[in-house]
Each structure stands twice: as structure tokens, then as C-alpha cells.
């Protein structure tokens, strides 16, 4: 069966009998979503994509597929489909508080820069500015652990796609990190000056 199942029409619920492999699986693979959630969505949405990914999986457990390298992309297309949806629930309510701010301005605060720099925060902001479907594959691999192959069925895509999405993202991502844009020059507009050989001082 193809990765990303979702609710659907539920098939037959999981029974007693398969309480023991679900447990085993959610101790495999829920840090593993857990962690990837972390990095698409607010820590306070980060935990209904765990619980609503592993609701799914136990609702259709009937469903999935048994063997455990087959599962975990499997369970990734459900918390996928699941931080979109959590994407759009936040964009709502997000369109909703500026309305609200719309009728009785206020000063906007100031964001704190250092903010960025906590490990969750970083790795949403690097993922912001990359085309969404570098973001992925790189969410999915770098900070899922999924394999390139896991991930392209995850993503619906071929391997080769996956791999050059890959990188495509780390070389903008490199680019991020240097302070420069892939033209080479840097946020400020200024440009690198090349040493001998060609090599940026």
C-alpha cells in the first residue's frame, strides 16, 4: 500500500490481539514523528500531530502494512498530511487575530533574534526558506531519519527527484547559513572577494 494513508473510511479497528505490536510501534516510531512535528509546527500543535498520526494508525491498523520497514513511511504520510492540516488550522486562526488587529491597531513587537537560535525555532526558520518541497525532503530525511527511499514514497516521488531535491535544499541552506544568496552575494548586497585561486577569503 502507497505511504500517507489517512482517517479515510476506517477499515477494522485494531483488536486486543494486535494491542502489543501497535505499543511496539508507537515506542519505535512516535519519538521519530514527534521529532519531525517539532520542526514543521509550534510545540503546541506538535503533539496533536503525534496523537492524531497514531489515532489513524490505530483506526486503520487493519490497513497497514505489517513489515516494520515498510510502516515507518507509511506513518510518515500520516503526519504529513497531518502538519498541513495543521498548517492551515494556524494560518485560520492566524487570519482570524490579524482582523482582530486590523479593527484596534497595535505595535507590532519586536521579535527577539535570539529566539532563532534555539534548535526546534532554527530548524523551522532553515526550513521556511527553502521551496516547499526541498523543506520536505529535508525534513524528512535530515530531521525524520527517514531514508531517501523512504521519504520519495512518503513524498510521491522517484528517488532520483528526492536526491536532487536534496541537494538543491543543502545548497541553499549552505548559502543561508554563509550569509550569502546563490548569485554570492550576501544579505547586505554586498558581494565575496576571491583569493588566490578563487577561493573566498
Known sequence: MGAGGDEGA?????????????????RLLAPQVRGYARRQVPDDLA?????????????RWADAPVPAAELRPWVFGVARNKVKHAHEQRSRQLRTVAGVAAAEPTRAPVADPSDRLAGDDLARWL?????????EAMSLTVWAGLTPSEAAEV????????????????AR??????????????????THTSGPGGRDR
Open 47 to 59: 503533539e496533536d500531530v503525534v496523537a492524531e498520526t497514531f489515532l489513524v494508525l490505530w483506526r
Open 10 to 26: 476506517d477499515g477494522a479497528l485494531a483488536g486486543d490481539g494486535d494491542a502489543d505490536a501497535f505499543a511496539a510501534a508507537y
Open 155 to 170: 513524498l510521491g516521488c522517484s528517488l532520483t527527484a528526492l536526491t536532487s531535491r536534496l541537494s538543491r535544499a543543502r
Open 127 to 135: 526550513l521556511a526558506q527553502l521551496p516547499p518541497a526541498e523543506s
Open 173 to 190: 541552506l549552505a548559502a543561508v547559513l554563509d550569509g550569502t544568496t546563490h548569485d554570492g552575494s550576501t544579505h547586505d548586497g554586498t
